[in-house]
């Protein structure tokens, strides 16, 4: 029996250079041609949905969705981006971090440890 798949993310803000807090993120994953909602939570102060470590994930085609609008509507800012989504595969077994870099014109992501 193969070790767990679990997944990870942390939003930073990169304009204030902060973690991102109370940014809504769901986790999806997709069956035949539906995406069907496994999680759902907000990043806490340092920007980290802990619970999501709790999903314990399948190999196969992932999405994590970020209502960065939302995130910078609250900070009282216009942003090009309302919402940022992420789409990755799973193949391997063990932890895959989903990090998301922020900024109201702009986003980056990578494949964290």
Not at 15 to 35: D, F, H, K, M
Not at 46 to 55: I, K, N, Q
Not at 79 to 89: E, G, P
Request: charged letters at 20%; zero cysteines.
């Amino acid at each position: 029996m193969g070790r767990e798949r679990t997944i990870s993310t942390h939003v930073l803000d990169t304009s204030i250079g902060r973690p991102a807090s109370g940014v809504a993120v769901t986790l999806l994953r997709q069956q035949g041609a539906a995406w069907i909602e496994a999680f759902a939570g907000d990043t806490d102060a340092d920007g980290r949905v802990p619970a999501l470590r709790d999903v314990s994930a399948d190999a196969g085609s992932w999405r994590l969705t970020f209502d960065a609008g939302s995130y910078f509507h609250r900070r009282g800012l216009e942003s090009f981006y309302t919402v940022v989504t992420v789409d990755f595969v799973l193949r391997a077994d063990g932890h895959h971090h989903v990090p998301l870099l922020i900024s109201p014109f702009g986003y980056s992501t990578y494949r964290g440890s």
